[in-house]
């Protein structure tokens, strides 16, 4: 079965694949300013935010910042890569540095700021055994803090920080999606925060109207950090008009409640200012706990008081319905505009455009668009990571409730799901998903009029002509806004789901025309060699006239290996990495191989290609008439595949447009209509055909066995009938 043939094609593939591995590509984006979601003046911070190191493993980075494997090591490249800068929309898998600490920070417990997480997220602090794993959360694009010991740190010297980044849960639930690549990004604040004995959490805040008086509920969290014993603790609420006190309210809480303790504060507002578009007035709300021996922390931050509901369809702010007007920002045009700064400056302008509500499509805005946001009175519509999910694969709602940025006025509404199953009872879900999304409003985005099973049709907008739209308003894209008022936009760099190799289209006119000539020159010449019968495979003293035909059969296999090869890269190239504006990045794994060298994928794919019908034929050849050569019987099935030129030809048209897919169609279909032909050859000389059929059986026997494995998948796509990008 194997010969020194394959022997060789087999150590070329090894080779190819190397060379594709240290070769690989990784992205790498500018940086980006990130805004803080709390302000604190007694908490001490240092800013984590610049130059981090890659890798490839968690391993890898613990010897390369300890100083095991210097970074100029021999093998230093397989493992190490570019550094880079966090907060940006690079994804990495490991990324770690080096920081130090003031010895004065040893009498605070430290906390772990980590903003704009896509992926789930593993610590580790000074080691990477389980005793140096300080935290594992899923990051779903909000602000996570992580409560780190002061006795983890070293102080005076260096701390290595490492960070394993795996595939978050969008891109695992999403319709055939998978862990690969388990990579991610970081778009938010990176810091660390020392921290008190007892510190304030994030507090949920909620507004009651009673005629013009405001009720404001302050619900906050204390955390004591294994430090109970330092009670009694006083907590107090005062929130201000910017010039004056205009409520306040204290409680003293004593020691007993448990590691985490929630504080409550009713502040009542006589003659409440509204937060509007119109009016955008911001109070500031500041919160402190104390403790006897002279310990405090505290929080501020602004708050706008506003009601908001739907009701009929209406969005209603105030009291008063209020139409949307809104634009949509895709992920590469929010990060362009935060890294330019021009935050303020585009909202004003769209404020002026008319525009009153901008919608972020597959990321959760960051605290800089929600600050800049209040401020200029304009909306914000944020999604949770959850499209094109499967009913089996949907993830609890209430991971999602930490999202809800309550005491931002501008922060409307929630999309809780794109394109979910039409035929899966969704009650459930949604009814779980507007409690987590509360007090915004939640929504369930259909990509046709057909209703969801379980969402009222008046929290289902429709994507129409590339619009969202409902009873409330619509909204449009940046780009489609843009347009119909004469703006011109910022080129933003990005996948909108095109598979372009950078920008670079696979393959160039020059190389198609090339191989296509090869086809048909390497096929006429296979028809002017002489026919040859299956007893000459093991001539041992072939003529002139059977050298040459075995000379083009054989070249012929590799012709044909690599059009083939040549068909499946030029679709990796073209596979959707989303489906249009309103669903990127649903799939991250084509972007990752689209920035792969394609010759290298072509030729590792074509060295496959030839081994497996060297494999084929070596199996086969001990149970054919005669026990023939396997590379002989290799040769002779080729006769039967001279067609493959019509392939071919197709696929050289694609580098002037021609569909992609009628190249693999045309194989496909040409494979399948000779097969009674290549059967009765096999008939006619006394073999059987089934053993030819081990190989390509096995290959059909993974495939079914995946499918299986995908059943939900296969059943939300019957579901759905068929998939028409937004």
């Given at each position: ?15 190819s ?23 604190s ?27 095991a494997?210097?970074?100029k ?6 493992t ?6 966090l ?14 600490i ?27 055994d ?10 779903l694009?909000?602000t996570?803090r ?8 070293r ?23 998978s862990?690969?690549p ?16 007892t ?32 009670g009694?603790w ?23 409640g448990?590691?985490?303790?929630s504080?409550?504060?009713?502040l ?21 706990v104390a ?15 506003r ?12 009291g ?7 634009a ?22 769209e ?10 499509v597959?990321?959760?805005?960051d605290p ?29 709602p209430?991971?999602f409730?930490?999202l809800?940025e ?22 459930g879900?949604?009814?779980l ?5 509360a ?17 009222p049709?008046?929290?289902a ?6 619009t ?28 909108q789901?095109?598979?372009?190799n ?13 191989w ?19 007893k000459?495979?093991d ?31 030029a ?41 497996l ?39 050289a048209?694609?580098a ?58 296969v ?7 068929s998939?028409?990008?937004?």
């Amino acid at each position: 079965m194997f010969n020194r043939r394959a022997a060789i094609v087999l150590v070329l593939l090894v080779l190819s694949l190397s060379v594709l591995f240290v070769s690989w590509q990784s992205s790498l984006s500018q940086g980006l300013p990130a805004g803080k979601d709390i302000v604190s003046a007694q908490r001490w911070q240092i800013s984590l935010a610049g130059g981090w190191d890659k890798f490839s493993s968690v391993r890898a980075a613990w010897t390369g910042e300890i100083g095991a494997q210097p970074p100029k090591s021999k093998f230093g490249f397989l493992t190490r890569e570019e550094p880079f800068y966090l907060p940006s929309g690079t994804e990495f898998a490991v990324a770690a540095r080096k920081f130090r600490i003031p010895n004065e920070w040893s009498a605070r417990t430290m906390q772990l700021v980590l903003g704009g997480v896509d992926g789930r997220v593993r610590v580790y602090l000074n080691g990477i055994d389980s005793a140096h794993k300080v935290g594992e959360f899923e990051g779903l694009g909000g602000t996570t803090r992580v409560a780190i010991p002061a006795g983890a740190f070293r102080y005076g010297t260096d701390n290595v920080l490492i960070l394993r980044l795996s595939a978050g849960v969008g891109q695992r639930s999403v319709l055939f999606g998978s862990g690969w690549p388990a990579a991610g990004t970081i778009t938010g604040e990176l810091a660390l925060e020392a921290v008190t004995a007892t510190s304030l959490g994030k507090p949920r805040v909620t507004v009651a109207w009673q005629g013009s008086s405001a009720q404001v509920t302050v619900q906050a969290d204390l955390r004591h950090h294994g430090l109970m014993e330092e009670g009694p603790w006083t907590v107090s609420a005062v929130l201000s008009d910017g010039s004056a006190g205009v409520a306040r309210a204290s409680q003293v809480v004593r020691p007993g409640g448990g590691e985490r303790e929630s504080v409550t504060f009713h502040l009542a507002v006589a003659g409440a200012r509204p937060w509007s578009p119109k009016t955008p007035f911001l109070y500031q709300l500041h919160l402190t706990v104390a403790n006897p021996a002279g310990d405090q922390d505290d929080l501020a931050f602004p708050v706008g008081l506003r009601s908001l509901s739907l009701a009929g369809g209406k969005f209603v702010l105030n009291g008063q319905p209020l139409a949307i007007h809104g634009a949509a920002l895709d992920p590469a045009e929010e990060r362009e505009i935060r890294r330019t700064g021009r935050i303020a400056a585009f909202l004003q302008e769209e404020r002026r455009q008319g525009v009153n509500l901008i919608y972020f499509v597959g990321s959760v805005p960051d605290p800089l668009w929600l600050q800049a946001a209040d401020q200029a009175g304009i909306g914000v519509w944020g999604e949770w990571p959850v499209a094109l999910t499967p009913a089996a694969r949907l993830p609890n709602p209430s991971i999602f409730s930490a999202l809800a940025e309550n005491y931002h006025p501008s922060l409307w509404a929630w999309t809780v799901g794109k394109r979910l199953d039409p035929a899966a009872p969704l009650a459930g879900y949604f009814s779980l998903a507007k409690q987590a999304a509360a007090p915004s409003l939640a929504f369930a985005v259909r990509a046709n009029p057909r209703p969801l099973w379980g969402v009222p049709s008046d929290q289902a907008p429709v994507i129409e002509g590339g619009t969202l739209q409902g009873p409330w308003g619509r909204v449009v894209p940046l780009a489609a806004s843009a347009a119909g008022t004469g703006k011109e936009v910022s080129p933003a760099t990005g996948s909108q789901g095109q598979g372009t190799n950078g920008g670079k289209v696979w393959p160039g006119r020059g190389f198609a025309f090339g191989w296509g000539f090869l086809i048909l020159y390497v096929t006429l010449m296979d028809l002017r060699s002489a026919t040859w019968l299956y007893k000459e495979i093991d001539e041992k003293k072939p003529k002139r006239r059977l050298r040459q035909a075995w000379f083009w059969q054989g070249l012929s296999i590799w012709v044909r290996a690599g059009t083939l090869s040549a068909i499946l890269t030029a679709g990796i190239f073209r596979l959707p990495s989303g489906l249009g504006f309103w669903f990127p990045d649903l799939w991250p794994g084509a972007m990752v191989l689209q920035r792969q060298n394609p010759w290298l994928i072509w030729l590792a794919l074509g060295l496959a290609i030839v081994l497996l019908r060297l494999l084929q034929t070596g199996l086969a050849a001990p149970r054919l008439p005669g026990s023939p050569h396997p590379y002989g019987v290799a040769l002779w099935l080729e006769q039967r595949y001279r067609w493959f030129i019509i392939p071919g030809v197709f696929w050289a048209g694609v580098a002037w447009g021609w569909p992609w897919w009628t190249s693999l169609a045309a194989y496909a279909g040409l494979s399948f209509l000779v097969l009674p032909w290549r059967r009765r050859d096999v008939h006619r000389i006394g073999g059987k055909y089934r053993v030819l059929l081990y190989i390509p059986l096995l290959l059909t026997l993974l495939a079914f066995i995946w499918l299986c494995l995908r059943w939900p998948d296969v059943a939300f796509l019957w579901h759905l009938g068929s998939i028409v990008p937004g």
